[in-house]
């Protein structure tokens, strides 16, 4: 049994399919107590998530979630990201790998114009 509510059998979760395979199924939460599956095809470079109803008169049906392609957002640097960004993270790795790095502060770094918490 793969699904059932209350248990997920995560047995071949540890056993990814072989490299040479175009499509990935990879088991997920979904919810607090929603699970599903992801499918990644890297031919076609897609992925897809379906959810797996275990809860109500649809027992053990099968949802399409989320479907999109992913070919031109591997090619974004940074989006819709938090803080840090990318280049700040880049920019506190280059100044610690410099020497005498281990006296920087990483927070000026980080955020060099954050104005400094002050105790009243």
Same mark, same amino acid.
């Given at each position: 049994?793969?699904? +059932?509510?209350?248990?997920?059998? *995560? =047995?071949?979760?540890? +056993?990814? $399919?072989?490299?040479? &395979?175009?499509? =990935?199924?990879?088991?997920?939460?979904? +919810? /607090?107590?929603?699970?599903?599956?992801?499918?990644?095809?890297?031919?076609?470079?897609?992925?897809?998530?379906?959810?797996?109803? #275990? /809860? #109500?008169? +649809?027992?053990?049906? !099968?949802?399409?979630?989320?479907?999109? =392609?992913?070919?031109?957002?591997?090619? !974004?640097?940074?989006? *819709?990201?938090?803080?840090?960004?990318? &280049? $700040?993270?880049?920019? @506190?790795? $280059?100044?610690? !790998?410099?020497?005498?790095?281990?006296?920087?502060?990483?927070?000026? @770094?980080?955020?060099?114009?954050?104005?400094?918490?002050? *105790?009243?």
């Amino acid at each position: 049994m793969l699904f +059932a509510p209350g248990h997920v059998d *995560n =047995s071949f979760a540890a +056993a990814p $399919e072989q490299p040479s &395979d175009d499509i =990935s199924v990879i088991p997920l939460q979904t +919810a /607090r107590d929603g699970y599903g599956l992801a499918m990644i095809d890297r031919k076609t470079q897609t992925i897809w998530v379906y959810e797996i109803n #275990s /809860r #109500s008169a +649809a027992y053990n049906k !099968l949802r399409l979630i989320a479907a999109r =392609s992913y070919r031109y957002d591997r090619l !974004l640097d940074e989006f *819709n990201t938090g803080q840090p960004k990318p &280049d $700040e993270v880049k920019r @506190v790795v $280059e100044q610690l !790998l410099q020497p005498g790095a281990k006296d920087i502060d990483q927070s000026k @770094v980080l955020e060099p114009n954050k104005p400094k918490d002050v *105790n009243l």
